[in-house]
Nanobody
Framework: QVQLVESGGGLVQPGGSLRLSCAAS????????MGWYRQAPGKERELVAG???????NYGNSVKGRFTISRDSAKNTVYLQMNSLKPEDTAVYYC??????????????WGQGTQVTVSS
């Protein structure tokens, strides 16, 4: 089991920055992948960024070069630094933790979501 608590959302003007935080209830090195997804009204949930237990990041095409995912293992926390924000980045952002087992099964855990609104 993993509990995820997000923080850092809010209202920001286009071109601005925000940093989201996701605190996990267990050692993040025991989690195969942690990441951020987002869902805008009327759209499917999409991957924003992920980071493996080995530290390898990956990003959705729409945020490459603008967003950076990082982690602080001492705090069991993953961050999403969002720069050069655009109105189309407006969405509810969800933290995700994926745990893979030797059986091949996986478990997905989700945070409660935090709203990011980019508007002038």
């Amino acid at each position: 089991q993993v509990q995820l608590v997000e923080s850092g959302g809010g209202l920001v003007q286009p071109g601005g920055s925000l940093r989201l935080s996701c605190a996990a209830s267990r050692n993040i090195f025991s989690i195969n992948t942690m990441g951020w997804y987002r869902q805008a009204p009327g759209k499917e949930r999409e991957l924003v960024a992920g980071i493996t237990s080995g530290g390898a990041p990956n990003y959705g095409n729409s945020v490459k070069g603008r967003f950076t995912i990082s982690r602080d293992s001492a705090k069991n926390t993953v961050y999403l630094q969002m720069n050069s924000l655009k109105p189309e980045d407006t969405a509810v952002y969800y933290c995700n933790a994926k745990i893979a087992y030797k059986s091949g099964l996986t478990d997905d855990y989700w945070g409660q979501g935090t709203q990011v609104t980019v508007s002038s």
